[in-house]
């Protein structure tokens, strides 16, 4: 579920505040094995971007704030308002004092990235990372990756092919929707 739920927040749209029962109910279909085979289950921009501010503010209350994002042919570009030190307190794992004091308060974030999926596989790409103003790409990036990301976050799969669950072949994203497959 952590990795749908992740799928789903890098891929939603920032939109007028709308209910997310729809969706919700999309995704509990799926997550029940209950949509049969070949089917694409459409998951508009509005109902998704509503679905991820709920999601983000159950699992985030404290730390993450305006959460948006924005579709692209197979790219998404996602953005919000982070007090990191804030955000892991609220995990209960608390970042170290140096640490917590160089990346304190609210910090506008931008991260830009490519997602790419087939026969029950994904692999999704950061290519960009923007925190408060400071631009982050190629090799510069890499490296925080290996060495903060998956320090805090050792199960995220950036940049690693994972399997999708629930029988999902592939995401299909485009600018105004995103179309999970579920395979034959």
């Given at each position: ?47 998704l971007n ?16 305006e959460?948006?994002?924005?579709l ?6 996602g ?8 955000l ?15 990346v ?25 990372l ?11 990036l ?7 990301l998956?320090?805090?976050y ?5 940049g ?25």
């Amino acid at each position: 579920m952590a990795r749908l739920v992740f799928l789903l927040a890098v891929v939603a749209l920032a939109a007028p505040a709308v209910d997310s029962p729809s969706v919700k109910r999309k995704i509990q279909l799926i997550q029940q094995d209950r949509v049969l085979p070949g089917t694409n289950v459409t998951l508009k921009r509005d109902e998704l971007n509503a679905y991820i501010r709920s999601e983000v503010a159950a699992v985030a209350p404290a730390g993450v704030r305006e959460p948006r994002v924005v579709l692209g042919q197979d790219r998404v570009t996602g953005s919000a308002f982070v007090d990191f030190p804030k955000l892991r307190q609220a995990q209960g794992k608390p970042m170290g004092r140096l640490l917590a004091w160089l990346v304190g308060g609210e910090r506008p974030i931008r991260v830009d990235a490519r997602i790419r999926s087939a026969k029950g596989k994904a692999v999704v790409d950061i290519e960009r990372l923007e925190v408060s103003g400071m631009v982050l790409t190629g090799p510069t990036l890499d490296w925080l990756i290996r060495n903060f990301l998956w320090s805090y976050y050792p199960d995220a799969k950036i940049g690693k092919s994972f399997e999708l669950a629930h029988r999902i072949d592939r995401l299909e994203i485009d600018p105004a929707e995103v179309r999970v497959v579920i395979g034959r």
